[in-house]
């Protein structure tokens, strides 16, 4: 799954946008936490980005992360997790599409387009989550845009300046064709399909057959010391970390502006929080009941890891100075007053390249024999379907035959489903586009040729279906295609408009905020 969501990442984010899929309309709004870093432990930096001096929140990059991870959760299941988010960068794709957006809105104003107080009206009238029984309800808009965003104003703020970057994206969408020939070749493109049936031979699954010896290691490393030396230095957090600790804390939540009596009552939560951990009462139920933080309460005031330069200083300094079990003083950040538990403390760890050498000879030595075995097993599968075994009898499901693994894993013949000439992408395979480029080539029934290389290991495959472009069924598909045309040529113009945009302008990322998105550096 990884190698598909990776392949079509662009597509969606670019759906996402010219959707109009961004901060203000989610109604999502209290800035929570990342489960990874601590970034959002109600004390995240003040800015997310600078954009030619204005700047970015912290809070609005946390909702457009959330915004984001919960789309991809949709499309993609339970399986698409926080740390399958960090692989693919989604921190980096979310503040990517603020950046955008601030270059938008900028220009927009340059240029002079304007939404009226009317128009403002109007959207925030239509925002489902202000309605009940399909009327707007003036108490339920007061209540929510006063606890998330302070004000009315505020929120009326962020309301229009969404309906301008809407307008000014709106304007460049006008300006696009899709010529006619385009549409047909698009068309052909799309109506000439394949479907395979393919056997995958994980190099995962063969690295638990492979065996390294000490003396092969060290060989490996005298002979390849230029590759130990890359992956060293291409991950450097593996061998350099600092100090780490896994935290739960419970947030009293502090508005910006609060009077004194306000600051008071968040204090007496606090202190109440404590006083019922003292006496023995679970944290995380006690962090259940009491956080004002939406994002952890949920999961007993979780935050995952912080370590310095990830989290609000004064959060930091305290959760840093715990031992494993043991619970802070009240701690006041910009988010209000926090009760920090640690649950598990990693100190600081540096490696050098000498003393990982033999580690990292041993893994890469590893990937390769794994690799080398997965595919002399692919090509002896292959070399049996060109005689006439067929994929399916090889390698059949489990209860129709004798099972063949590789390393523990049941490897059994799988089918793609039909896919286009359109894309580089196979279903159930990823990014493969030689495979499937061969696929397109060949006829119905056919074995393809040769073992091809995908992300997760060799692959060989049959073609089970091939299909042609009627011509007779052009007309009822073209609106179709020419919707679809007209949306990538689209999104092709805004990203050109946003990259000339961001070639004039000063922009400078808080690297803190976005490396609080990223996996935890592994343990030895």
Request: aromatic residues 6%; proline residues 5%; glycine residues 8%.
């Amino acid at each position: 799954m990884l190698d598909i969501v990776r392949a079509n990442k662009k597509g969606i984010l670019s759906w996402l946008i010219v959707l109009g899929i961004v901060v203000v309309f989610a109604i999502n709004f209290g800035p929570g936490s990342l489960s990874k870093g601590g970034a959002g432990c109600g004390g995240a930096p003040a800015y997310a980005a600078r954009v030619n001096g204005k700047s970015i929140s912290a809070a609005d990059f946390e909702r457009q992360y959330e915004n984001l991870l919960r789309f991809y959760q949709q499309q993609a299941g339970e399986g698409f997790t926080r740390e399958l988010a960090a692989q693919l960068g989604l921190g980096r794709q979310a503040l990517g599409v603020l950046v955008d957006r601030e270059l938008a809105l900028q220009e927009a104003r340059r240029r002079g387009v304007v939404v009226t107080d009317r128009e403002v009206s109007e959207a925030v009238h239509q925002m489902p989550a202000f309605q009940e029984n399909g009327q707007f309800r003036y108490e339920t808009y007061l209540e929510a845009v006063r606890a998330n965003y302070g004000s009315p104003g505020n929120f009326e703020a962020a309301v229009r300046d969404d309906l301008l970057y809407q307008k000014i994206l709106g304007a460049l969408v006008e300006t696009v064709k899709v010529p006619a020939t385009e549409v047909r070749a698009q068309w052909a493109a799309s109506a000439d399909r394949a479907a395979l049936q393919f056997v995958r031979f994980p190099v995962s699954a063969a690295q638990a057959e492979v065996k390294v010896s000490d003396a092969d290691a060290k060989a490996f490393a005298d002979k390849e010391g230029a590759r130990v030396e890359a992956f060293y230095k291409e991950n450097a957090d593996r061998y350099d970390q600092k100090a780490r600790v896994h935290v739960r804390h419970v947030l009293a939540r502090v508005a910006p502006g609060a009077s004194a009596d306000e600051e008071a009552a968040a204090r007496k939560k606090i202190d109440e929080a404590a006083a019922r951990v003292k006496k023995g009462e679970d944290f995380g139920k006690v962090a259940a009941a009491l956080s004002d933080d939406p994002n952890t309460k949920d999961r007993g005031g979780d935050l995952g890891f912080v370590s310095e330069g990830l989290a609000d200083a004064a959060f930091a300094k305290a959760a840093l100075a715990l031992k494993a079990g043991e619970v802070s003083e009240p701690v006041r950040t910009p988010a209000g007053w926090h009760l920090i538990r640690a649950e598990e403390v990693v100190p600081a760890r540096q490696v050098t390249l000498e003393a990982a050498r033999l580690d990292i000879a041993r893994e890469l030595l590893a990937r390769d024999r794994a690799q080398a075995l997965a595919r002399e097993k692919a090509q002896a599968a292959l070399d049996a379907a060109r005689k006439g075994k067929a994929l399916g009898e090889q390698f059949p499901p489990a209860g129709k035959g004798k099972q063949v693994t590789l390393g523990g894993t049941v490897l059994a013949a799988e089918e793609t489903g039909p896919f286009g000439a359109g894309s580089p992408v196979v279903p159930r395979i990823g990014a493969a586009p030689e495979l499937a480029q061969a696929a397109l080539a060949a006829k119905a029934g056919e074995v393809l040729p040769k073992v091809f290389d995908t992300p997760s290991g060799p692959v060989i495959a049959a073609v089970e279906l091939r299909e042609s472009p009627d011509p007779a069924k052009f007309e009822a598909e073209r609106a179709g295609i020419e919707a679809r045309l007209q949306g990538m040529k689209a999104e092709q113009v805004r990203r050109a408009w946003l990259e000339e945009l961001r070639g004039k302008a000063r922009i400078e990322e808080n690297v803190a905020l976005l490396g609080a998105t990223q996996p935890a550096a592994p343990q030895p």
